[in-house]
């Protein structure tokens, strides 16, 4: 009895071991409704069309969070939201502009630097046409309650300016732009317009010249993503948009309609010297187009690097399947190889619903954070939710997807094709993950009002364990609970036998007798 006990205990054991090692579920940390950011969201009277977030935290004070915003109407603008309670309030810093007649400020982006300086990138925009006259950079040393006088960094048509702190080196920048040649009505008038990158190693007060990012080969290149890896290694994501002139050209003149028939690549280009010569390599061969889209404004593939070793992530939108699908693809060499894009999205394939513009993030831990807009629940392919799901196994599976939004949001809702904006914006730590999007509840198509909208999400105790812990406990697991079973089958089999074995015994002492 006591080795039947002891086996059962050695399964149950084993089976909580296997329950440890293979992480459950995700769960939102819901107190309430989708929190806002912006301060007018309450506001029917504020129409602003917030989009496009980039959200980050500072590596000196863990609950110092910026987000940066672009502003789409009704006038061209930027915003800066900052919290010191981990993003459980907000509050707006406005972003002191260059002293010009009437500048428009626009497509701002955040960083902290590694000694918890916060800096902020943007252009201004000038003439009839909105083109970018300059790029500037403010910053501030007091978390973003206060910000410093603008520094010019760049010059004209300046577009898809995107900046990124070194995560280790303080004071050390970089920025990523397309450098454009020739601009018209919602399009690039010339081909060969490359993408740039330049480097500050003292805080944005001087830069090196632009070293070019992109293949020169390649004629129309796009939409540009930079992330830096644990030992400085340099990658930007781009978009090979191919012989695409419905886009590039303007030709589709901003109006709905199909999208580009042929296919694009998306190409990373990796630098090991700081950012003075890049090489290439090829992620995705025949990316298939899902929407049109205006080129000054592109939607961003994500990128995200894992903090522990080369491995490197990509994701974007597809339409091989007949509508849009989420996709990952996977270097595990800092990016010269590709594992071939999986299916992320965990919809029937073909249902005609539209799961659109992955954000990716790589929790100190190794666990992998994919957030995207999600149609799945309208089969009218109209309204959107935000979805996560996550992976603890490097991106070879994911979790079931998991709602984010508290109430769906009409997608039409926005400024014609910029639609939802160019990305999301998504932070991991090892204990959960915050999430942020443009949401347009409270706007109608006469307003085109988009607010911004954040959720918490925790993990839970088991997905926290570090991946060696988990290996171990896994055959550990197996281990104790494969020895569990063999004594709890040899004490069945005993007691199965136990009476044949007592009636021999009986008579063998009776025949003795």
């Not at 994501?237 to 030709?251: I, T, V």
């Not at 999430?435 to 409270?442: G, K, L, N, P, Q």
């Not at 697991?477 to 089958?489: E, K, M, P, T």
């Amino acid at each position: 009895m006591l080795a039947a006990a002891g086996a059962a205990v050695a399964a149950g054991v084993g089976a909580m071991l296997l329950s440890l090692a293979f992480p459950g579920h995700v769960s939102v940390s819901r107190t309430g409704p989708n929190v806002p950011v912006n301060a007018g969201a309450g506001d029917l009277l504020d129409i602003s069309a917030q989009n496009s977030p980039t959200l980050v935290r500072n590596p000196v004070d863990g609950a110092n969070l910026a987000i940066a915003d672009r502003i789409d109407s009704p006038r061209f603008a930027c915003a800066l939201h900052i919290s010191h309670d981990r993003g459980a309030t907000w509050s707006p810093t406005p972003i002191r502009l260059p002293r010009a007649r009437a500048p428009k400020c626009y497509a701002p982006d955040v960083a902290f630097g590694a000694d918890g300086t916060l800096y902020v990138s943007f252009v201004t925009l000038s003439g009839l046409g909105n083109v970018p006259g300059a790029a500037w950079i403010v910053s501030s040393r007091d978390g973003g309650r206060t910000l410093g006088a603008p520094v010019r960094v760049l010059g004209p048509l300046t577009f898809q300016l995107r900046l990124v702190a070194d995560p280790v080196v303080p004071r050390r920048l970089y920025l990523v732009w397309l450098k454009a040649s020739g601009v018209g009505l919602l399009q690039l008038t010339r081909t060969g317009n490359p993408i740039v990158m330049s480097r500050s190693d003292d805080g944005g007060a001087t830069w090196r010249p632009p070293a070019r990012v992109s293949d020169p080969s390649l004629p129309r290149v796009d939409a540009g993503s930079l992330a830096v890896g644990p030992r400085g290694q340099l990658s930007v994501l781009y978009l090979d948009l191919g012989d695409d002139r419905l886009d590039y050209a303007g030709a589709h003149a901003g109006q709905d309609g199909p999208p580009y028939q042929g296919a694009w690549r998306l190409v990373l280009a990796r630098s090991r010297d700081g950012g003075s010569t890049w090489t290439q390599s090829l992620v995705e061969p025949s990316l298939v187009p899902t929407e049109r889209f205006i080129v000054f404004i592109p939607p961003f593939p994500s990128l995200a690097a894992d903090p522990r070793s080369d491995r490197l992530y990509a994701a974007f939108q597809d339409g091989r399947l007949g509508d849009s699908d989420v996709r990952l693809w996977t270097s595990t060499d800092a990016g010269e190889s590709w594992r071939a894009g999986g299916r992320v999205n965990d919809t029937p394939p073909r249902d005609r619903t539209s799961q659109y513009l992955p954000r990716l993030a790589v929790a100190p831990d190794g666990r992998l954070d994919v957030i995207y807009y999600d149609r799945r629940a309208d089969p009218r392919n109209v309204d959107d939710d935000v979805t996560l799901q996550s992976s603890f196994d490097e991106g070879r599976s994911f979790t079931g997807a998991l709602r984010l939004t508290d109430r769906s949001f009409d997608a039409r809702i926005g400024s014609g094709l910029a639609g939802l904006g160019s990305r999301l914006a998504l932070l991991s730590t090892d204990s959960g993950a915050l999430a942020v999007w443009s949401d347009t509840r409270a706007g109608t198509s006469v307003s085109h009002k988009q607010d911004l909208a954040r959720q918490l999400v925790s993990v839970d105790r088991a997905a926290r364990l570090s991946p060696p812990l988990r290996s171990a406990l896994r055959y550990g697991g197996l281990a104790v609970g494969v020895i569990g079973l063999i004594l709890l089958f040899a004490a069945a089999t005993d007691r199965r036998r136990g009476p044949a074995r007592d009636a021999a015994r009986a008579e063998a002492s009776s025949s003795d007798g």
